[in-house]
């Protein structure tokens, strides 16, 4: 089975801030990782599918980079609205979630 | 507008059964594969079971094989999971979530609770 690492497990940032969220797969996922948003007590929503596509509606605030088994979501300018839980997930083979980066606004 | 809504969550105790449905609209049901993926509490998500467009084929992950069944019934635009012999590690919020042809998750149900305690 792949495993997902993703790091940092928590992250505290200013509005406006760039922040950065990696995950690393265990083995090659070749383009297949996407990021998720989870709000408290809400769903998760699709941010980035297939490492660097933005889903429908989601501001360009938001990208993605990477391939093979090293991946990046980033935020280029924190807004208040970012907090929240943040999961990769990786569909080349099964399914595999990372284990989530709590942000925070510092 | 895309919509999925979970219903039949609830306490059960170990070793017994329960089924919950997630109703879809807003969309072409029938077009879509469609997943369940639960989160425990205070865990991370957790993949459980996919079932193609028209119900032919169906996947699971191996701690539910045998004991979980995914369905649907693209008449009534819904989407099933039948529950039996429940452990207490199957405790967590069930969410169903639409499945691109792309095979990831783009629209997900606020999800509902089941609690497996005697």
């Known amino acids: 089975d792949i495993q997902m690492t993703q790091s940092p497990s928590f992250l505290s940032a200013s509005v406006g801030d760039r922040v950065t969220i990696n995950c690393k797969a265990s083995?090659?996922?070749?383009?297949?990782l996407d990021w998720y948003q989870q709000k408290l007590g809400e769903a998760p929503k699709l941010l980035i599918y297939n490492t660097n596509s933005l889903h429908t509606g989601i501001p360009s605030r938001f990208s993605g980079s990477g391939s093979g088994t090293d991946f990046t979501l980033t935020i280029s300018s924190l807004q208040p609205e970012d907090v929240a839980t943040y999961f990769c997930?990786?569909?080349?083979?099964?399914?595999?979630f990372g284990a989530g980066t709590k942000l925070e606004l510092k | 507008e895309v919509q999925l809504v979970e219903s039949g969550g609830g306490l059960v105790q170990p070793g017994r059964s329960l089924k919950f449905s997630c109703a879809a609209s807003g969309f072409t049901f029938s077009d879509y594969a469609m997943a369940w993926v639960r989160q425990a509490p205070k865990k991370g998500l957790e993949w459980v079971a996919t079932i193609i467009y028209d119900g032919s084929s169906t996947y699971y992950r191996d701690s539910v094989k045998g004991r979980f069944t995914i369905s649907r019934d693209n008449a009534k635009s819904t989407l099933y999971l039948q529950m039996d012999s429940l452990r207490s590690e199957d405790t967590a919020t069930y969410y169903c979530?639409?499945?691109?042809?792309?095979?990831?998750?783009?629209?997900w149900g606020p999800g509902t609770m089941v609690t497996v305690s005697s």
């Open positions: 997930l990786q569909h080349n083979s099964g399914y595999t």
């Open positions: 083995q090659n996922i070749n383009k297949y």
């Open positions: 979530a639409r499945t691109t042809t792309g095979w990831y998750f783009d629209f």
